[in-house]
């Protein structure tokens, strides 16, 4: 292992033995005997060692999974529900043994798979900090010399001596995030543990993650907001049903990981007409966007095509579409007309392309309206609600603040000037 | 302030140069007891949540580890002494007699429902954070041992009381509490890491407990044990910690069957390397089962 690697994981796995019947991990006696009893005799004791009770199977929730990590560096892991993030850090921090491979770790790891682990409801608020502190990894000279930082960070001075079951979850929660916010590791590794508190103090909690991170400390992050993983880390691992899909830069990586997660559910981007159909109308439609599976970067060029059928030639046809959003808000109209641009008075197969260089609509999720109409501004045709496309913001990192969904409808190129009279 | 910071960038420094930590599977970490030490801290923290807790929620607090023996011992004397009529040790009065042994018992059955259920009632920090699993039994035999202490001043109490003077042989008591001590730590680890896996032994335990009053000389004096029977009867080991406890406290003219004894100290010694080989072994999969 070179000199500056912190995490060095060599084909790490884990397996499980789940239990189809019961919901409890546990085994009662009764089984235990039971099987012991059933498996006696005539079966090789290498057998015998297995749990092989019925509806209980093997499950690998992490298999051959390597990476490095080196020092200094910040790093995220993502992932689906189940994938085995957590896994992987429980087996960082020493909780959970592997069952395969092999991690080689320098440095003092601080993990934190909760906050307030180990809180006590009974204690108060100031009894509850020692305590955490002592289970987090500090020492009691330590967290002496933090204790007045803690209180200031938890805003909680004036409830100090009342036990936390008295308190509200938020305030729970920021007493907890206050103690572990203060840990001084060389290595951090955090579990999703900004998905709770107040949308003021996670800002808070994300700022003070930054800090952490950029005193040079290695830090390992697991999240499924995407705008804190692109916030905090500059590399990504994507865990998949528990093997390494993706390692690479963070901003490609979540692009990977959002087109995935689009792939299984979600509206197609293309529309097909049936083939029934008569008259002037549109064959199929469809949205080309910067990434994969209706997935579009804000600000790149964007491409509309409609493949249009005309069994009616004539003068005057007209050809729009509204890209509408979420609350049903058209938010931009483009035409075409045959006056300006022949294309509806020959028979036949015609392709039309809309090419927008650069595609200022804010993030969300939009649709499209098309109108087909022909002399006399007569509608031949209204496809609504066809190719779903979405736009993110992922390209874009502010450090400042987060995109917020619906904060405008587009987002004009600008520029400032600032003049001191 | 700028002296301590100094002095963690030191530490910072150290840790750096210190050698890498590898995980593997089936890798028993030659530095575990070096752990248990570094994570010293945590035990104390620990046993002081435990008690803190406990006498939180109580009115009187602390009263409670001093009147549950207390009235247990009235309730053991009137039945044994005055209805039964069995005979003291020596010369001493029955209460005294009682009390000698139920100082030992109850902390043996309170350290011991402790420490079996500890590892479940902590089960959320086992399955979060990393540290020596040892310390959680052993904070809770911790915790019964402050017990122990508190209701050892009704003893001094009882003897001021019939002005009765200890001998010499009370210098001895912290031998038989440490012998008590390991016997707790040694059946609590086995059954702590039992539970673990299966419930079962959540009504294992009282079970224990209960037939364990009955065939420990708590009530009684082991002189009324027939001599033939005193070897089966020291393979139960609170025998042989309840005798050294009344042949310490009482004095003058107790005996104490010191083959039994050694009987009594070897299986302790068997039951707390076993507990702790068999702790060590589950350990492992602790954070994965419960
Ligand atoms: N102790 C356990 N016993 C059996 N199976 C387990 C255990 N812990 C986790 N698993 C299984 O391992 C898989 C991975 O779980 P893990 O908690 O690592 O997922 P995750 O990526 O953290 O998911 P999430 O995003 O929901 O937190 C899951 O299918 C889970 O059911
Ligand atoms: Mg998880």
């Known amino acids: 292992m070179s000199e500056d690697i912190a995490i060095g994981v060599e084909n790490l796995g884990k397996k499980y033995i789940i239990g189809h019947q019961k919901p409890e991990r546990y085994t009662t006696l009764r089984d235990a005997i039971a099987n012991k009893l059933k498996s006696l005799g005539h ?47 429980k087996i960082l921090s020493r909780i959970t043994e592997p069952t395969t491979g092999r991690v080689s770790i320098k440095g003092r790891v601080a993990s934190l798979l909760e906050v307030g682990t180990g809180f006590h409801p009974e204690l108060t608020g100031r009894e509850n900090i020692y305590l955490n502190g002592a289970i987090l990894g500090m020492s009691k000279v330590e967290i002496k010399r933090k204790f007045d ?42 579990d999703e543990v900004l998905a709770v508190g107040d949308y003021q103090f996670q800002k808070k909690c994300l700022g003070k993650m930054e800090d952490v991170a950029k005193s040079g400390r290695t830090v390992l992050f697991v999240s499924h907001n995407m705008q804190a993983v692109s916030q905090l880390t500059e590399r990504c691992v994507i865990l998949a049903g528990g093997r390494t899909h993706f390692d ?48 579009h970067c804000w600000g790149n060029p964007i491409i509309f095509e409609f493949a249009l059928n005309i069994t009616e030639p004539q003068e005057g046809v007209c050809f729009s579409f509204q890209v509408v959003n979420a609350h049903q808000q058209a938010v931009t109209y483009q035409w075409l007309f045959d006056s300006e641009k022949p294309f509806g008075h020959q028979a036949g197969k015609v392709i039309l392309r809309c090419i927008i260089p650069k595609f200022r609509i804010y993030m969300g999720t939009y649709k499209l309206i098309t109108w087909l109409s022909g002399r006399g501004r007569i509608i031949t045709e209204s496809l609504s609600d066809i190719c779903f496309f979405e736009v993110t913001m992922q390209s874009i990192v502010r450090n400042e603040f987060d995109w917020h969904p619906d904060a405008c409808l587009y987002i004009e190129d600008a520029n400032w000037e600032i003049y001191h009279p | 302030m700028a002296q301590l910071e100094k002095s963690g960038s030191i530490i910072f420094m150290l840790d750096r140069s210190q050698k890498e930590l590898v995980i593997e599977a089936g890798r028993s970490e030659s530095q575990y007891w070096k752990d248990l030490w570094r994570y010293r801290e945590l035990f104390y923290f620990l046993a002081w949540r435990d008690i803190l807790v406990r006498y939180k929620q109580t009115v009187i607090g602390i009263a409670w580890a001093l009147i549950r023996p207390f009235l247990t011992m009235v309730v053991f004397t009137v039945v044994f002494s005055l209805l039964a009529k069995l005979p003291s040790e020596g010369n001493a009065p029955y209460p005294i007699m009682v009390f000698a042994a139920l ?51 009704i003893l001094l109490a009882l003897m001021a009381w019939y002005n009765f003077v200890p001998s ?40 224990i407990l209960q037939f364990g009053l009955y065939i420990s000389p708590v009530g009684f004096s082991s002189t009324i044990v027939p001599e033939k029977w005193r070897w089966v009867y020291s393979l ?33 010694a068997l039951l707390l390397l076993g507990g702790i080989w068999y702790f060590r072994k589950t350990e492992r999969t602790f954070a994965d089962v419960i």
């Open chain 1, 43 to 89: 079966q090789p004791l290498r057998q015998r060692l297995n749990n092989d009770a019925p509806g209980r199977e093997d499950f690998w929730a992490l298999k051959d999974v390597s990476f490095e990590i080196r020092q200094g560096q910040r790093v995220g892991i993502i992932g689906r529900n189940g994938a085995g993030k957590s896994t992987l850090l």
């Open chain 1, 149 to 190: 930082e803690i209180v200031a960070f938890a805003e909680i001075d004036k409830f100090l001596d009342t036990p936390v079951k008295r308190y509200s979850s938020g305030m729970y929660v920021r007493l907890a995030f206050a103690v572990a916010a203060h840990l001084e590791p060389e290595i951090l590794i955090v």
């Open chain 1, 248 to 295: 690479g830069p963070t901003d490609k990586a979540i692009m990977t990981y959002l087109v995935a997660q689009k792939e299984s559910f979600d509206q197609p981007a293309y529309y097909q007409a049936p083939p029934n159909k008569s008259g002037n109308h549109v064959t199929w439609a469809r949205v080309h966007t910067s990434e994969p599976q209706g997935l």
């Open chain 2, 103 to 153: 100082l030992p018992w109850q902390f043996f059955s309170n350290a011991l429902s402790e420490c079996s259920n500890s590892l479940i009632s902590n089960a959320n920090l086992i399955s979060k954070v990393y540290f020596p699993r040892l310390i959680v039994p052993a904070s809770a035999v911790i915790v019964s041992f402050v017990d122990f202490l508190v209701s050892g001043m």
């Open chain 2, 168 to 207: 010499w042989r009370i210098l001895t008591l912290p031998a038989f509490t440490l012998i008590a001590f390991a016997l707790s730590m040694g059946a609590g680890l086995w059954l702590a890491a039992l539970n673990v896996k299966y419930r079962d032994f959540r009504y294992v335990v009282p079970f």
């Open chain 2, 236 to 268: 139960n080991p609170m025998v042989g910690v309840i005798d050294g406890f009344r042949w310490a406290i009482i004095g003058g003219q107790t005996k104490i069957s010191w083959s039994g004894f050694t009987i009594s100290v070897g299986l302790v």
